[in-house]
């Protein structure tokens, strides 16, 4: 099991910056990869980065050279800078883990609650 807790949603103006951090707990060292995903209402939730256990990285086009997905040392903390903020980044975020297993043999996603995020003038 895996227990996924986010936070630093704020209200910002665009083009500002916001830090979220999203805090794993649990079969930490089962994580495979860990990721943060947006959703607006009545939208489909979004990809916005991953990072592997390995350390790769991979950023959404919309986001890629303003937001940087990184974690903490212990690997059990991510992180999204979201630097150069807009209106459209208006979501509520969340934080994901998959985790896979070799005995018994299965796979999970987990998720946070979520973040709300808000970029208004």
């Known amino acids: 099991q895996v227990h996924l807790v986010e936070s630093g949603g704020d209200l910002v103006q665009p083009g500002g910056s916001l830090r979220l951090s999203c805090v794993a707990s649990?079969?930490?060292?089962?994580?495979?990869?860990m990721g943060w995903y947006r959703q607006v209402p009545g939208t489909d939730r979004e990809l916005v980065a991953t990072?592997?256990?390995?350390?790769?990285?991979s950023h959404a086009d919309s986001v890629k050279g303003r937001f940087t997905i990184f974690r903490n040392n212990k690997k059990d903390t991510i992180y999204l800078q979201m630097n150069s903020l807009k209106p459209e980044d208006t979501a509520v975020y969340y934080c994901?883990?998959?985790?896979?297993?070799?005995?018994?043999?299965?796979?999970?996603?987990?998720w946070g609650q979520g973040t709300q995020v808000t970029v208004s003038s």
């Open positions: 649990g079969s930490v060292a089962s994580i495979n990869a």
């Open positions: 990072i592997s256990a390995n350390g790769v990285t």
């Open positions: 994901k883990a998959m985790v896979f297993k070799l005995t018994p043999l299965a796979a999970y996603d987990y």
